[in-house]
């Protein structure tokens, strides 16, 4: 989630960022990272992916963008951490872009919601911890 003045979510909802369009801009920074985690996080082994959506939930009212990612593989392991890198790159496009605008922003809550598959099974977050 990005944490921001309620009039930034509503110029970034309008296309009024002076950078240019910011969530399709985030969309493919968090894609790209995605695929990158591997060079990124010393310990994760390059994943052939085989699919990564993101999406994005604008609440001006509440001053806030809110950023899933869901990633696939058909391989026999986890995929945790490619979405959470994505999210992460996704969130630090939107600072970079909204800053000239907004340095109040805060990055905030990046978590794992669900998995399925790897050597630890399938993980369904509590909504109480959430």
Known sequence: CVRMQPETVALIEQGGIPKGDVL?????????????TGDL???????????VEIRFTCDAAAGEVVIESQVRTVGRTGVEMEAMTAVGVAALTIYD??????????????RLMSKRGGKSGAFVRSRSTV
Not at 24 to 36: E, G, H, L, S
Not at 41 to 51: A, D, R, S, V, W
């Open 97 to 110: 872009m909204c800053k000239a605008v907004d340095r109040e922003m805060v990055l905030t809550d990046i």
């Open 41 to 51: 996080i010393p310990m994760c082994h390059p994943l052939e992916l085989t699919g």
């Open 24 to 36: 399709a801009t985030a969309r493919v920074a968090a894609i790209m990272a995605a695929k990158k």
